[in-house]
Nanobody, 116 residues
Framework: QVQLVESGGGLVQAGGSLRLSCVAS????????????MGWYRQVPGKKRELVAR???????TYGDSVKGRFTISRENAKKMVYLQMNNLKPEDTGVYYC??????WGQGTQVSVWS
């Protein structure tokens, strides 16, 4: 069983920054983690969970249109961690942010709230 634990969420004023972290534990080995794509997703009540950013095993990145140029995803395989640096936050970035490993495993989420 793989566990993903997110941290770093909080309440921030528009224009501010937050850095989310996700650590993988459980049965995922360092090698399995390193060959897994990792992603950050966002969900708000009443809406479908949407992709925020994704990073492949080779480090290739993909971003949702609304966050391009403001968010940066990165990974540290030795620590089995993935990060999301969020700059110039906007109220519409508010939501629960989930970490995902591969196609199966999700974290419990961390709340990000941006006020103007």
């Amino acid at each position: 069983q793989v566990q993903l634990v997110e941290s770093g969420g909080g309440l921030v004023q528009a224009g501010g920054s937050l850095r989310l972290s996700c650590v993988a534990s459980g049965q995922t080995s360092g090698r399995i983690f390193s060959i897994s794509a990792m992603g950050w997703y966002r969900q708000v009540p009443g809406k479908k969970r949407e992709l925020v950013a994704r990073i492949s095993d080779t480090g290739a990145t993909t971003y949702g249109d609304s966050v391009k140029g403001r968010f940066t995803i990165s990974r540290e395989n030795a620590k089995k961690m993935v990060y999301l640096q969020m700059n110039n936050l906007k109220p519409e970035d508010t939501g629960v942010y989930y970490c995902k490993q591969g196609s199966l495993y999700w974290g419990q989420g961390t709340q990000v709230s941006v006020w103007s």
